[in-house]
């Protein structure tokens, strides 16, 4: 690989850097662990290069890197628990929609956020990863599967499970309202 293929592909990146990091801040749930799965997608995009193919979408081929990154530090963390850091995934879900809300709005959506974030603590890294995708990132199901290299029937199961484990954790607090 010459300098000037260098040149082209971290230009390419470039473009999708943003939306790399979302989405990896989305399924891992802190800011340095999104920083290091897009660091280490990128490395692994670029050792690989060669195996891309021309007539394949970039953003879906990265998608797919950076998902099978963050999948693998998920797993890790898993096994090694004290190195997780306990930011919560909710950082990135949005306030509700309003021009300015009042005080009372925004502690009860950070509320839901933390509630939110300690039920996705709970769920596998697979259950994470496709509900991120599906409920974060719209993805359709053939597009997660392919992404996360599972069938649909399975991609289903885990959103499912995801779902499932959400509802029944925030049941309580929606019979209060």
């Given at each position: 690989?010459?300098?000037?293929?260098?040149?082209?592909?971290?230009?390419?990146?470039?473009?999708?850097?943003?939306?790399?990091?979302?989405?990896?801040?989305?399924?891992?749930?802190?800011?340095?662990?999104?920083?290091?799965?897009?660091?280490?997608?990128?490395?692994?995009?670029?050792?690989?290069?060669?195996?891309?193919?021309?007539?394949?979408d970039l953003r879906t081929w990265l998608?797919?890197?950076?998902?099978?990154?963050?999948?693998?530090?998920?797993?890790?963390?898993?096994?090694?628990?004290?190195?997780?850091?306990?930011?919560?995934?909710?950082?990135?879900?949005?306030?509700?929609?309003?021009?300015?809300?009042?005080?009372e709005r925004l502690i009860a959506s950070?509320?839901?956020?933390?509630?939110?974030?300690?039920?996705?603590?709970?769920?596998?890294?697979?259950?994470?990863?496709?509900?991120?995708?599906?409920h974060f990132e719209g993805c359709s199901?053939?597009?997660?599967?392919?992404?996360?290299?599972?069938?649909?029937?399975?991609?289903?199961?885990?959103?499912?499970?995801?779902?499932?484990?959400?509802?029944?954790?925030?049941?309580?607090?929606?019979?209060?309202?």
């Amino acid at each position: 690989m010459t300098d000037g293929d260098l040149e082209v592909f971290l230009s390419l990146v470039e473009r999708h850097r943003r939306y790399m990091y979302k989405l990896a801040f989305r399924i891992t749930g802190n800011e340095q662990d999104a920083k290091d799965v897009v660091q280490e997608s990128v490395l692994n995009a670029y050792l690989h290069l060669k195996q891309f193919e021309q007539r394949a979408d970039l953003r879906t081929w990265l998608n797919r890197i950076l998902v099978n990154c963050a999948l693998d530090h998920l797993r890790s963390r898993r096994r090694r628990p004290d190195v997780n850091d306990p930011r919560p995934i909710s950082d990135v879900a949005e306030t509700a929609v309003s021009s300015s809300p009042d005080a009372e709005r925004l502690i009860a959506s950070a509320d839901w956020r933390r509630q939110v974030s300690a039920v996705m603590d709970t769920m596998s890294p697979l259950e994470r990863v496709t509900f991120a995708l599906r409920h974060f990132e719209g993805c359709s199901i053939n597009e997660i599967a392919q992404t996360v290299g599972i069938g649909a029937n399975a991609t289903k199961q885990h959103i499912f499970r995801a779902v499932r484990k959400l509802r029944l954790a925030l049941e309580p607090h929606w019979s209060g309202r």
